[in-house]
């Protein structure tokens, strides 16, 4: 099994200054790298470990259970933390802290779709009971939709090509696999165009991935909500992975500044010796606040 090294791991619990006697929510346990920490520092309090997706939770369980026992798992999305909080009787938190995206586990598991590395099908959601996949937004989206996709959470400078030769190629046949859309990606972009350490499909395979999850409008929400239960002196702590992600937290925060106290200033990045031991963590950046006034 690929291991889930977890990114800023010290930095956000850290940041999150856990109350031995607070509630805490975990909202992307994964596999429980952050949980386990909070857990350690839990005495009386309780924390709350969310994750969408029912595989992540099964393996987090058995690592979290040997750091205590004041917790709830609870399988859902984090776009759902009003019902979450409410299912659990929780009014008020102490804290809550997001690692976005995908783990190392995810992205190894070639039947889930989320690598352009390994073949597999075209699906990409977190909770693989969710309707929508990759391939019917690939399949199914017109064209004009997909360039809209590519370009709003892909930023890809050839968003536009990229869609028409999609859309040129599902004239003759459906675009069945990781591999068979990768390629269509590398033969749109001129080779001596890409990027020295990016696979030429990245930015699409990411679109993708968010408009099938909605990873933007969710976490809007949960951040919306975990401010609406948050304790005064609470906090919130977030490592993101790409700039979409990182400016709807940096905007929540200047948004409501009047409320909280933004303990980053600037975000806090991976230093040279994690991104060289976990290359995942490069593209890292960890931002926190604390609510003063409510
Ligand atoms: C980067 S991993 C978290 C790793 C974790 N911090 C650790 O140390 O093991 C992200 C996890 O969040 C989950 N996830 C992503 N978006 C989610 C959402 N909207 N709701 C719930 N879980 C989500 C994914 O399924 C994945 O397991």
Redesign the pocket.
């Known amino acids: 099994m690929t291991e ?1 090294i ?1 990114v800023l791991l010290k930095k956000a619990i850290e940041y999150l200054n856990v109350n031995p006697e607070g509630i805490y929510i975990d ?8 949980s386990k920490e909070i857990l350690k520092k839990i005495s009386q309090g309780m924390l709350i470990g ?4 029912k595989e ?1 939770i099964s393996l987090a369980e058995k690592e979290i259970q040997k750091a205590g026992k004041r917790y709830q798992i609870v399988n859902d ?3 759902n933390l009003e019902e979450i909080l409410k299912n659990a009787g929780i009014l008020q938190i102490n804290g809550i802290v997001f ?5 190392s586990y ?1 992205l190894s598991k070639a039947e889930r779709g989320f690598s352009f590395n390994l073949k597999g099908p075209l699906d990409m959601r ?1 909770n693989p009971e969710a309707h929508l996949t990759a391939y019917e937004v690939v399949n199914g989206y017109p064209q004009e939709k997909l360039f809209e996709i590519f370009q709003n959470y892909g930023e890809e400078r050839w968003a536009k090509k990229i869609a028409e030769n999609i859309a040129n190629y599902r004239h003759d046949k459906s675009i069945e696999d990781t591999i068979e859309l990768s390629e269509i990606i590398k033969g749109t972009i001129p080779k001596n165009l890409w990027e020295k350490h990016l696979h030429p499909a990245t930015r699409i395979f990411q679109a993708i991935r968010i408009e099938v ?1 909605a ?1 933007l409008e ?1 976490l809007e929400k949960a951040l919306k909500t975990s401010l609406k239960h948050l304790k005064i002196g609470g906090r919130i702590v977030v490592v993101s992975f790409h700039s979409l992600e990182d400016r709807i937290v940096k905007h929540f925060f200047q948004e409501n500044v009047d409320r909280f106290e933004i303990l980053t200033k600037k975000p806090i990045s991976p230093d040279a010796g994690e991104i060289s031991n976990n290359p995942r963590a490069r593209s890292a950046k960890l931002r926190a606040a604390i609510l003063r006034l409510s």
Not at 27 to 34: K, N
């Open positions: 889930h977890p909202a992307t346990m994964g596999f429980g790298g952050y969310v994750d969408d997706d992540a999305n984090f776009g690692d976005l995206g995908v783990s995810q977190m999850n990873e969710n």
